[in-house]
């Protein structure tokens, strides 16, 4: 008998040393949870400094480092397809404080290059959305296409006649270019540029009938009545984009080129790390100043749970992949 009960006493000893284990264990996580982050933070760029998306991650990096308590580094890594920036963050421990921008172009950079040295789908994690934007059909002011349908119509009457100018291509403007074709079953001449100020030029001298970009690119001359926009490339009117009418308006179904930043983490990054930094942009985003100070810009700041932008680069690869498929264009 007494051996029975020195024997369950054991058992209750161990079962209790297991339930601290257990309690020390969680009490760990919760601390490491709570403590993250605890050091400076970096978020590489694949673009140089001073176009929208240096400029709106910025934004996002004094707020958030305001945040979290933490400083948030910028670092511009442009080149390759993303390539240069995803490999410096790869090259990093995956321990959140080494992150990534990621953008439409990724989800481009996919189908576009023949050995992209990076995959954004297996080797990284998502975080959280940043900002989405959408781009503007843009014809000369004093020229003859005054609506979508003008376009449309010329192009019809006359196939390959018109030149519609972007920036290089396999930008995402070149590529919405090739998807308005396709869609609305037309055809037309693209011309790619270096840059948009040389695109303006052509437009304003006649060279070319319309250009697709960013309004905030095309301000200048959209504030000097110099050229006017004339449709907007997302699946819905936009105040952003001044209520332009969209190209699905205009009969194009299926026609929807929304460009999007997000913040990626390499893959085996803690899940702490990762809600914590979800967290914090979604209460960083949702800001009236920073929606203000994006709006400024013609962009929309939204956060996402990261299985929305997971989602989105996905879909966006596959939409990309069969657009340059169908273009013909050269693989990089």
């Known amino acids: 008998m007494s051996h029975f009960i020195r024997t369950i006493s054991r058992f209750l000893r161990i079962g209790r040393l297991g339930a601290l284990a257990l309690a020390l264990s969680l009490s760990a996580s919760a601390a490491a949870a709570q403590s993250y982050p605890e050091r400076d933070i970096t978020l590489v760029l694949p673009f140089g400094p ?30 390759a397809g993303g390539a240069t920036a995803a490999q410096a963050v790869l090259n990093a421990e995956p321990d959140g404080y080494t992150l990534a921008l990621f953008s439409n172009g990724t989800a481009i950079s996919v189908p576009l290059f023949n050995k992209l040295p990076f995959d954004p789908v297996s080797e990284f994690v998502p975080v959280s959305s940043l900002a989405y934007f959408d781009f503007v059909f843009v014809t000369k002011a004093d020229g ?29 403007q070149n590529l919405a270019a090739e998807l308005f074709k396709s869609a609305a079953g037309i ?45 907007s490339s997302g699946p ?11 190209v699905i308006e205009a009969g194009v179904s299926g026609f929807d ?6 913040i990626f983490a390499p893959k085996g990054t803690p899940e702490e790390a990762l ?5 914090a942009l979604t209460s960083v985003l949702a800001d009236e100043a ?5 709006a400024e810009l013609g962009v929309e ?8 932008i997971g989602t989105r680069l996905s879909e966006d690869i596959a939409r990309w992949s069969a657009v340059i498929e169908k273009a013909g264009i050269p693989k990089q």
């Open 301 to 308: 700041a939204r956060s996402s749970s990261p299985a929305e």
């Open 50 to 79: 001073g176009g929208i998306a240096d400029i709106t991650a910025r934004i996002v990096a004094d707020a958030l480092g305001t945040e979290l308590g933490r400083k948030i580094i910028i670092i511009n890594q442009p080149g």
């Open 187 to 231: 055809d037309f001449t693209i011309v790619p540029y270096k840059a948009t100020p040389d695109l303006q030029v052509a437009l304003l001298g006649g060279e070319i009938d319309m250009i697709i970009d960013s309004q905030t690119a095309l301000q200048a001359a959209l504030q000097k009545n110099q050229a006017i926009a004339i449709a």
């Open 236 to 246: 819905r009117r936009s105040s952003l984009t001044g209520d332009v009418p969209t």
């Open 275 to 279: 809600t914590a930094l979800n967290r």
């Open 144 to 172: 003859k296409f005054k609506a979508i349908n003008d376009i449309l119509e010329a192009a019809k009457a006359e196939p390959g006649a018109l030149n519609v100018g972007t920036i290089n291509t396999g930008s995402t």
């Open 257 to 262: 080129v929304t460009s999007w930043n997000a």
């Open 290 to 294: 920073i929606k203000k100070r994006f």
